[in-house]
């Protein structure tokens, strides 16, 4: 993953810098431990990519009161092949299954127009609502 999350065009959108291969695994250490706080959910999944037996991008979402909000980040490579929009929208397809889950969200750069384009392929909407210069999209998952 640290190839896959090393290029700093990467970081284009979602700010600092690439991680180093410790700081990485650490990092995914404390992923795998969980949240530390017992009412917080963390669901993280690398995404591979079968047809060359590799690792490209990951999804993520982190569930609390019954909201999931959802990440998704492919490497450079392998952008600009539906990957992100089949791993976001498998990622909320599963979330809807979840008794505890009711809404996804997400939070997209406004210029990041590709990444706009998985939120709207994922069934998620923009809103009127900013957090950290990022816009809001949204889905109920229930009827």
Avoid: K
């Amino acid at each position: 993953m640290a190839t896959v999350l090393g290029d700093p065009e990467l970081h284009g959108f979602i700010g600092g810098a690439p991680l180093t291969v410790s700081e990485l695994h650490a990092r995914y250490e404390r992923l795998a431990a969980g949240s530390p706080d017992p009412d917080v959910a963390w669901w993280n999944w690398v995404v591979r990519l079968d047809e060359a037996d590799c690792l490209v991008g990951t999804v993520q979402a982190t569930v609390s009161g019954g909201v999931a909000e959802v990440a998704w980040v492919v490497g450079t490579p392998w952008q600009r092949r539906g990957i992100a929009t089949e791993a976001a929208a498998g990622l909320i397809g599963w979330l809807r299954t979840q008794a505890a889950v009711h809404a996804v969200i997400a939070h997209v750069h406004p210029d990041h127009t590709a990444s706009a384009a998985v939120a709207r392929a994922s069934g998620l909407a923009p809103t009127d609502q900013w957090h950290d210069g990022e816009v809001r999209w949204e889905s109920a998952t229930t009827g």
